[in-house]
């Protein structure tokens, strides 16, 4: 019955390689986030998607590439990861975009990189 | 997005009400105050929100000043599973803007 779920919960790899991280919300929610949480512990928004749709990108390296094949899936695929990728990554929805609505987060995804 | 400033870290006994301040004296008329709350390494939960009015829902109170440039979040009766780091956010659009926030310590 998970709302915001992501797969995998850890991921060790190495320099140079690809990896993805998926994201499902069963939710219904039309809009879906990428943050990533540093070892300083800051949280920050990387994409927002609605409905399909790119609505926010901060500024990420194009390394970091979004995809949502459907409103309940963003997933995030990472190239060519470097050490400071290193980070829990967390995803988010909420019903659509903008306020007054709430962010559900999912459990997030320990990425190392070594 | 409006700044908010937040003590680093408070302490309150369990069973007690625990009162969480916030600072956002640059909020602007359409901006909300959002409280959410990170359990260890979870991910970050929401708590409760507000535009001028006082709220209340089962976790939390959300006190706002008639001027809004600050508000308390109040867990009326602390239990240990309360420690966590408390975020206080202005938001005016889509983007959730993280500060530091507050470490509660629910002490025994």
């Known amino acids: 019955d998970t709302a915001v779920s992501q797969t995998p919960k850890y991921l060790v790899t190495q320099m140079g390689n690809d990896k993805s991280i998926k994201c499902e919300q069963n939710l219904g929610h039309d809009t879906m986030y990428w943050y990533k949480q540093d070892s300083k512990k800051f949280l920050k928004i990387m994409f927002s998607y609605n409905n399909k749709e790119l609505i926010i990108n901060e500024t990420v390296p194009n390394r970091f590439s979004p995809k949502s094949p459907d409103k309940a899936h963003l997933n995030l695929h990472i190239n060519s990861l470097e050490l400071g990728d290193s980070a829990v990554y967390f995803c988010?929805?909420?019903?659509?975009?903008?306020?007054?609505?709430?962010?559900?987060f999912g459990p997030g995804t320990r990425l190392t990189v070594t | 997005d409006a700044k908010t400033t937040q003590p680093t870290s408070m302490d309150c006994a369990e069973g007690r009400a625990a009162n969480l301040p916030c600072n956002h004296s640059?909020?602007?008329?359409?901006?909300?105050v959002y409280w959410y709350r990170q359990i260890h390494s979870q991910g970050p939960q929401y708590i409760i929100h507000g535009l001028k009015n006082n709220e209340t829902n089962e976790m939390a109170s959300l006190i706002i000043t008639e001027d809004r440039k600050s508000s308390t979040l109040i867990l009326p009766h602390a239990t240990l599973r309360d420690t966590a780091v408390y975020y206080c956010i202005v938001k005016g659009d889509d983007k959730i803007i993280f500060g530091k926030g507050t470490r509660l310590h629910i002490l025994p």
């Open positions: 640059t909020i602007s008329g359409n901006e909300y």
């Open positions: 988010a929805s909420s019903l659509w975009t903008g306020t007054p609505h709430e962010q559900y």
